[in-house]
């Protein structure tokens, strides 16, 4: 196990360079305010290093909210409102004390999007956890198809994909026009619920007929995990915790 001295002094940290990135990119970001005490526990919990994206995100900022808050990457944000967006930690349920024993399991969640899609670095064993791709890969679980997706990408690549505004293809059928004002009105514990839902046959063909109602996230990712059981009796596993 590494100190978290010797995860933060490292000679080349990504965060310089992820704030280069973000001064370049077209796509709206907003860089949260961090807590360094948080960020310092999440990245001695996690041993992850500041040379990592990760660890640079967690160390210095709160979080970011890109695309007017469509795109929630959580960090370690200053403060515990209750409307405020959840630091990594919580979300992913760290120990509230260091236990070298702790293992995140399926992945660890890095990101919720306001549909209440999920994005999950997988673990040392997806198959096991019931999930594409390789260890340490970017998947994504869809609310519109309730299931996994892997992404090809690990997270700085994804990151770099985010920024160079990959997600108006990703995400081309699921936005509407006036997304953006309705989007940037939700608090970071609040996402969208449709009816009929977006995996329904209805909400497929046309996305405008149906409703939008602003739903606490931790709700929108209960009434997923039951849809799939209740369809495919499956788990999709560890959603976060919001």
Known sequence: MREVNELINVDDPAWPAILEELSGTGVPVEVLPGDAEVGRAGLRQLQ???RSNLGGIVLNCGGLLVDSGWLRIFGSPRGTEAEALPSLAEVNA??????????PGGGLVVAHDVLGGVFVLNGADPRAAGRPGEPGEAVY???????WTSLGAGHSAWLSWILAGGL????????WDGWRSEVSALTGRQGLSFFPPLWSAEARQDLLATSRRAVPMAELLGLSRDSCLQFDGVDPGFLGVA
């Open 168 to 175: 108006e293809e990703f995400y081309g059928n699921l936005r």
């Open 94 to 103: 760290l120990p509230s004390t260091f236990d070298p024993a702790w293992r």
């Open 48 to 50: 992850v290093s500041a």
């Open 141 to 147: 679980f869809a609310p519109d198809a309730l299931g």
